[in-house]
């Protein structure tokens, strides 16, 4: 059970994401010898067992910066505030010196103000890289400390100790309580994605009610990958903050291109994109590409348009003629909704969760075979498809059915695959978006001719001729006689053996800006 919750406190640049890493076996904290990299709470989850039955919460925090000692960018000290907050809520606190650098003053100040927390504290001394420099831990001393954790969390050095002095102290603890409100959940994944400042940690804010990230008006405040659980109609969500994605020719520092890269990832491991744009800026290339990259991951999505209080001049019509604009510049994205949103007022931001409510419902939908037949039936009805003129034939669709969701894929059955023109695959999108309600998600069609059933059942053939030698009785499992591969009884197609289809037509993307 995962009882308990463990700040990691300290200086700038003392270690605390690599021990973060070290401790929770992962590598969810960026890490970099640049200071003041970490901004962000960040939660994961320390096992004291091999069997992961028992274990902590672990939280690692921006450090403690001063008067004279500042490395970020803002006019408040408003990542001091975000780990005092850790600190608030842990039972214990690790305090991590730099073993490196030695003691400094500021070392001093932190464990005066750690003092006036009441909270218990494990004094870690980092970066004590080989065992010759353990006496390097003499000079804490002065703090008048009467214990040291020597640790080297880049080489895994003194961490099981660590973890197993963490576990003694929360044991001691009386009333220890389970953090279920960051506890890690399975669910779908919501990633926040869009050009720096574009208002995705105010929306994240609002949607769980509270200064869960950082939000200023500095564009790239948030650098790592937030995920933040959120129960929502007694459904499980993880919602994951980003980093801002720029194009890359404006990317010239490592810590950005860090953040960028697991922005990327987030979209990737996410079930559903909202692409988050700025009301007051026309829509970019760079907004496009992002859309274009969720959308090749056939993901599902939702534009959500913030800021849309400092529009000036509105009208009934203005978020129709925005949404117009839209359709036009992603012309292959017409189905994505848009919602228009401003987080300062809390203007719909509420409608966010029923949207995705909506979106994933049909992500994940399933329909009947009759179902997928009746609306080929009605489609190819209503509009024949052309003669093709280098075989005198015309298309026939024998049937078709559903071979799996997230994203939905429909499998067609016709008598040529690879001579359907393009204009009318995307009537098929279209109509079957339409009739066998996928009209907010991406839908995949996958045709499938004779001809490729004929190679499908030939390639079956050969590779059961290589496995088995029907000559010889030593290549044939035990208990069977040797038959003509004539009579071999050959597996059928099944409804969800949709991986091996050669002809695929997807609702992807060819952005025209």
Not at 66 to 71: A, S
Not at 178 to 207: F, Q, W
Not at 329 to 340: A, D, H
Not at 483 to 506: I, K, N, R
Request: aromatic fraction near 8%.
């Amino acid at each position: 059970m995962i009882k308990g919750t463990v700040a990691i406190v300290g200086r700038p640049n003392v270690g605390k994401s690599t021990l973060f890493n070290a401790l929770t076996r992962t590598r969810n904290a960026l890490v970099d010898d640049c200071p003041g990299l970490t901004r962000d709470r960040l939660y994961g989850v320390v096992y004291f067992d091999d069997m992961e039955e028992r274990g902590c919460m672990v939280v690692d925090t921006g450090g403690f910066e001063t008067e004279g000692v500042y490395y970020q960018p803002f006019s408040e000290n408003i990542v001091w505030q975000q780990t005092e907050t850790a600190i608030d809520e842990a039972d214990i606190v690790v305090l991590v010196f730099d073993g490196k650098s030695g003691l400094h003053p500021h070392d001093e100040q932190l464990l005066r103000h750690m003092a006036k927390k009441n909270k218990p504290v494990i004094y870690v001394v980092n970066k004590v890289d080989v065992k010759e420099h353990e006496d390097r831990v003499f000079d804490f001393y002065q703090l008048g400390v009467d214990q040291f954790v020597v640790t080297s969390a880049a080489h895994m050095r003194g961490v099981d100790e660590l973890l197993e002095l963490i576990e003694t102290k929360l044991t001691s603890i009386e009333e220890l309580r389970a953090d279920k409100k960051n506890l890690p959940v399975s669910g779908t994944r919501i990633a926040l994605v869009g050009r720096p400042n574009a208002g995705k940690s105010s929306i994240l804010n609002r949607l769980i009610g509270e200064e869960r990230s950082l939000v200023s008006e500095v564009a790239g405040t948030t650098r790592d990958s937030i995920d933040t659980p959120l129960a929502y109609n007694g459904k499980n969500y993880v919602l994951v903050d980003t980093a801002g994605i720029r194009r890359r020719s404006r990317i010239h520092d490592k810590v950005e291109s860090l953040s960028v890269m697991r922005s990327m990832q987030a979209i990737e491991r996410s079930d559903v994109v909202l692409l988050v744009l700025d009301a007051t800026q026309m829509l970019t290339d760079q907004d496009a590409r992002i859309a274009a990259m969720a959308a090749e991951q056939h993901k599902a999505m939702a534009i959500i348009v913030n800021k849309w209080d400092l529009v000036e001049d509105k009208n009934s019509n203005t978020a129709k003629e925005y949404t117009e604009f839209l359709r036009y510049k992603l012309k292959l994205l017409s189905w994505v909704p848009v919602l228009y949103v401003s987080c300062l007022e809390n203007q719909r931001v509420h409608n966010i969760m029923q949207l995705v409510e909506t979106v994933v419902s049909q992500f994940e939908r399933r329909v009947e075979t009759r179902a997928v037949n009746a609306a080929l039936h009605k489609m190819a009805h209503d509009h024949t498809p052309a003669l093709i003129k280098r075989t005198s034939k015309r298309v026939k669709f024998y049937y078709g059915t559903q071979v799996r969701s997230s994203p939905p894929t429909i499998l067609v059955f016709c008598n040529v695959a690879r001579e359907i023109q393009e204009g009318y695959k995307r009537y098929m999108i279209n109509r079957f978006r339409e009739d066998l309600g996928f009209v907010d998600v991406p839908l995949r069609i996958i045709f499938r001719s004779k001809e490729d059933q004929r190679k499908r059942k030939q390639e079956e053939i050969a590779r059961l001729s290589r496995q088995y030698d029907p000559g010889s009785r030593k290549s044939q499992p035990v208990g069977l006689k040797p038959m003509a591969w004539d009579q071999a009884d050959l597996p059928e197609f099944s409804e969800m053996d949709a991986g091996a289809f050669e002809f695929e037509v997807d609702a992807s993307l060819d952005i025209e800006t």
